[in-house]
């Protein structure tokens, strides 16, 4: 089983979603750290609690200094044996020549069907554009923020009376199915790079992209 650090600055909910998923041992990644930016994140209890180890380097602690941030966080994940990263809600953009470390082997979830909606408070953008589907994806780390290549997306539909909460909620239901497939398809040697795309290797319909 690949070793996998998730990175989380809050809540963890999809983190706790990839821990339950490790927990089958026949899954292909078993995550060997949680680690936080924050102290006070809430994800961390709920690791510790399943006898995950969890780490905290306080991005406050190291202001202007992403280098040093970024150099102690390496160090936690290189003491875990980690090999491959899932940012779970971690929400500090990483420098390229951490990604360029890490590259293939680290994603993220992203709130929204990519390459719609980068960036933040993607379910108000949503809705103030009045989009009939919105979703989530799951994609490879590269140099520009949310812009690498997709692994998969969970489309759902903008429903008449949906508030930025409602519409969070659902989207959120289906990123906490898609990031477990996912990180098993990238844990499994199964991603590869054509053109500057991710293919998935023996997954269903377009190359697993839809979910
Ligand atoms: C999730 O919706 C994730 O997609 C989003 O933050 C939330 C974290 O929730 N990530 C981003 O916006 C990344 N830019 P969680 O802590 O419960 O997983």
Known sequence: R??????????????AALLAAAEDPAYPA?????LSNRAEAPGLAHAAARGVPTAVVESR???GDRAGFEAAMQAEIARHGAEIIALAGFMRVLTEGFVAR????????????????????????????????????????TAGVDEGPI???????????????????RVLAEEHRLYPAALAWL???????EGGRAVVDGAAGASGALL
């Open 30 to 34: 078993e995550i060997a750290l949680v």
């Open 102 to 141: 890490w590259d293939g082997r680290m994603i993220n979830i992203h709130p929204s069907l990519l390459p719609a909606f980068p960036g933040l408070d993607t379910h108000a953008r949503a809705l103030a554009a009045g989009v009939r589907l919105h979703g989530c994806t799951v994609h490879l780390v």
């Open 187 to 193: 844990a499994a040697g199964r991603v590869r790079l």
């Open 61 to 63: 602690a190291f202001k």
């Open 151 to 169: 692994l998969a997306q969970a489309a759902v539909p903008v429903l008449p009376g949906d508030t930025e909460a409602s519409l969070a909620a």
């Open 2 to 15: 690949r070793r996998v650090a998730v990175l989380i600055s809050g809540r963890g909910s999809n983190m």
